[in-house]
């Protein structure tokens, strides 16, 4: 994924909360920090696009065209990705947001407008990235690109004030704590990718390196097309998961598929409508 990311980092460095921060705006003029973070959205999107990652490249662009149309949306909430983000990442992340989130609000975005775009859209890219946790090389670029651009608004500032972050969450017990994995698959698709292979590897390794209880796949839909649909279209992915998984060396009976339709979107959206995020298989492993 995000193949080049120091190449894509120069140019710029489970869908997001539609909350716009156009409603925190204070009167103030924030045109030029929409358009930069148009600019930098679309950039991301044409070069996950480049890489095939079809999924995350439309979700760049839906939140390009909401930049450009003066409705940006808000930089994504840990807790949409904690489901599949490693303990290590979620303080970091969780303090980055805050931060983030306090120079926005104040008058980052018009004392510093192209940083606090490339703030905001290198967050979003550290996140997406910690949460596949497959590249370490291109989870640090988007980090480092995050902290230089926050610098970079934080001193630009003239009325920031960055409040004490709240302190990371406790661990939850090594011996009870589930391992999640995610598939997502291409519109109305239920053959695997490349991308999703990968994720199965991971999930394999982490099933066979000690031992678990049960593993269950659980099929998703995004909106689009009737309900009965869906609950097929579910069931069929998750049918291509579990097989994969058993070619993969894990017995078929110690899997379980549920396939639940369009009724549990990790992204809410109105009915009818595509969302990349919801088109996934999620995969837990039971210890």
Same mark, same amino acid.
């Given at each position: 994924?995000?193949?080049?990311? +120091?190449?894509?980092?120069?140019?710029?460095?489970?869908?997001?909360?539609?909350?716009?921060?156009?409603?925190?705006? +204070?009167?103030?003029?924030?045109?030029?920090? *929409?358009?930069?973070?148009? !600019?930098?959205?679309?950039?991301?999107? $044409?070069?996950?696009?480049?890489?095939?990652?079809?999924?995350?490249?439309?979700?760049?662009? &839906?939140?390009?065209?909401?930049?450009?149309?003066?409705?940006?949306?808000?930089?994504?909430?840990?807790?949409?990705?904690?489901?599949?983000?490693?303990?290590?990442?979620?303080?970091?992340?969780?303090?980055?947001?805050?931060?983030?989130?306090?120079?926005?609000?104040? +008058?980052?975005?018009?004392?510093?407008?192209?940083?606090?775009?490339?703030?905001?859209?290198?967050?979003?890219?550290?996140? *997406?990235?910690?949460?596949?946790?497959?590249?370490?090389?291109?989870?640090?670029?988007?980090?480092?690109?995050?902290? +230089? #651009?926050?610098?970079?608004?934080?001193?630009?500032?003239?009325?920031?004030?960055?409040?004490?972050?709240?302190?990371?969450?406790?661990?939850?017990?090594?011996?009870?704590?589930?391992? !999640?994995?995610?598939?997502?698959?291409?519109?109305?698709?239920?053959?695997?990718?490349?991308?999703?292979?990968?994720?199965?590897?991971?999930?394999?390794?982490?099933?066979?390196?000690?031992?678990?209880?049960?593993? &269950?796949?659980?099929?998703?839909?995004?909106?689009?097309?009737?309900?009965?649909?869906? $609950?097929?279209?579910?069931?069929?992915?998750?049918?291509?998961?579990?097989?994969?998984?058993?070619?993969?060396?894990?017995?078929?009976?110690?899997?379980?598929?549920? #396939?639940?339709?369009?009724?549990?979107?990790?992204? *809410?959206?109105?009915?009818?409508?595509?969302?990349?995020? !919801?088109? &996934?298989?999620?995969?837990?492993?039971?210890?």
């Amino acid at each position: 994924m995000m193949k080049s990311m +120091t190449k894509c980092v120069g140019v710029l460095v489970m869908a997001t909360f539609a909350i716009s921060f156009s409603t925190l705006a +204070t009167g103030q003029d924030t045109q030029d920090f *929409e358009r930069a973070l148009s !600019n930098d959205y679309n950039a991301l999107s $044409q070069s996950e696009l480049a890489q095939g990652d079809k999924r995350d490249a439309e979700t760049y662009s &839906r939140r390009a065209a909401d930049a450009a149309a003066g409705n940006p949306t808000a930089p994504d909430q840990v807790d949409l990705r904690r489901p599949f983000l490693k303990e290590h990442y979620v303080g970091d992340l969780t303090q980055a947001r805050a931060r983030l989130v306090t120079a926005l609000e104040a +008058t980052g975005r018009t004392d510093a407008p192209a940083d606090a775009a490339r703030a905001q859209s290198s967050y979003d890219c550290w996140l *997406e990235q910690a949460s596949e946790d497959l590249q370490q090389d291109h989870i640090q670029a988007c980090r480092d690109s995050f902290m +230089t #651009a926050m610098d970079a608004v934080e001193a630009a500032a003239t009325k920031v004030v960055v409040a004490e972050p709240p302190p990371p969450p406790p661990p939850a017990p090594v011996e009870t704590f589930p391992e !999640n994995f995610i598939v997502f698959f291409d519109f109305d698709r239920s053959e695997i990718t490349p991308e999703g292979m990968t994720v199965i590897r991971s999930a394999e390794a982490a099933a066979t390196g000690t031992p678990f209880k049960r593993i &269950r796949a659980t099929g998703h839909t995004d909106r689009s097309g009737s309900d009965r649909y869906n $609950q097929a279209l579910s069931q069929r992915r998750a049918d291509a998961v579990k097989a994969a998984l058993s070619d993969a060396g894990i017995q078929s009976g110690d899997i379980e598929i549920i #396939a639940r339709g369009e009724s549990e979107p990790l992204v *809410e959206t109105d009915d009818g409508v595509r969302e990349a995020q !919801n088109r &996934r298989v999620e995969i837990l492993i039971e210890r």
